[in-house]
Every structure is written in structure tokens, then in C-alpha cells.
């Protein structure tokens, strides 16, 4: 669930404080699944974003690129159900994360830049029109990397891809600051999260949607799917935030 490139390479897009943010969250994270906040089984995930996405790919025989991979986890459920799956995001650190929890190599992982304009052309050079995944990415980038990854979905792809985003839902902020301002403080699994600076929940609905629009994008469908998270409350009920999903296709897809 995120993306990018690293320190020290030749060109520097994405905004540094948001590299750095994830690339320090990555490297501190648990090297098991269900140990992220957002780390929740495919089953409750992946499998009912699918429910949604799969009647509306115009071209299921293309590649499929899960942009902010993070861990894999949902990579590797894609990878069982599509021809080609690549992960790819921003942390060397994620991208670890995700091949040492992929023995099998179900799916490839690489890291990528993407608000480098450069790097996710080269991608759809090597692997043509894609169609793309997208689970919680924008809402949490820095202000001035919105765009541009907007824009790298458009570019990825290219005039037959349909990308399937989901964001957290504005409503979701309050949230969010509810239970980090609980009597007992944020649940252990978000504590990272905020001790990283990362700032979820800061797109707003109407937002979002421009974002995409604003690429050259059509919004096909949309709808509302809670996020579903590993955490629990005090209580035991597993924390769930409202949010938003689009599919969306080039200029001219047809709505369904």
C-alpha cells in the first residue's frame, strides 16, 4: 500500500518526506502477514474488491499491476486468479516484505516510482496495456504526489485496462482520529502509522474522483466497501473504515 523509488537514484519525483515516511514504516514493520494495519486477509479484501471489478474488465487476458503492493499479500491472491501479476511500490523495504512471502514466486515485485513519468512509461513499454489494482494509495499521499500517480494509472492502462481503485472515504478521518484520541490511545497496530507522519483519509470524496477524471479517466462504476483492517477495538469488533471504490477506464469506457 504504497509506492515509489529510493534514496540515491538518479531521479528524485516522488515528495522525499513521503518516501521516507514509508521506506522507515517498511523497514520497522513485521515480517508476517496480518502484522499491518491494513494487512487483512484477500478473503475480506482482494475477493470482494474482485466481486466488483472482474464483470467489468474488458480484458481479463492482460496483465495486472497492483500499484502499492506493500507485503503482497493481496498480490499473491491476484496472482492465482490473473495470467501475469506484478507488485509494485515505492519501499525496498515492501518489496522485500513481499518476495520473501512469496517462496513460490507467484508474483513478480519491483519497486517503482510513480510519479516518475519516465518509470511507468517504461513499465507499460515492457508490459503493454495493463489492468491495475489500487487499495488505499492516493488518500494518503503527499498533496502534490496525488496527480501524478492518478496519471500513472491512466498511463498503465493505455486505451484497453480497467483499474479498480479503492479509497478510504472522507467519513473515515473521523474515524480515524476517534480512535487516536481514545482513553487508551490508537490501537497498537496504528501506532506505527502515525508515529510515520502517514496521513490517511486526506482525499475527499469529490476529490478523488477529480483526481482520476482530471488523468483522462472514465469512472465506469462506483460504490461503498469498508476497509477492512486487522485491528480490533477494546471490545473486540474488528475495526472497519468507510470507503469508496471506482473502476475506470480511458476516455470513452462505457459506465456499467
Known sequence: MTLCMLPGESVMSVTSKYLDAWEGFWREAPDEQGAVFWDAEPALTAAR??????????????PLVDLGCGNG???????ARYPKVTGVDLSLAAVEHARGQDPDGEA?????DATDPKAVEELHG?????NVYVRGVLHQCDPADRQPVADAIATLLGEHGRAFVVELAEAAKAVLAGLAQSPQGPPPKLRPVFAHGLAPAEVSDAALGQLLTDAGLTV???????????EYTADGRRIELPARWLVVGSAGAKAS
Open 49 to 62: 474488491h474482485l466481486a466488483h471489478f472482474a464483470a467489468r474488465i474488458d480484458r481479463p487476458d492482460l
Open 73 to 79: 499479500t493481496q498480490t499473491r491472491y491476484l496472482a
Open 108 to 112: 513478480e515485485f519491483e519497486q517503482l
Open 126 to 130: 515492457r508490459l503493454g496495456d495493463v
Open 220 to 230: 465506469v462504476a462506483e460504490g461503498q466497501l469498508p476497509l477492512i483492517s486487522t
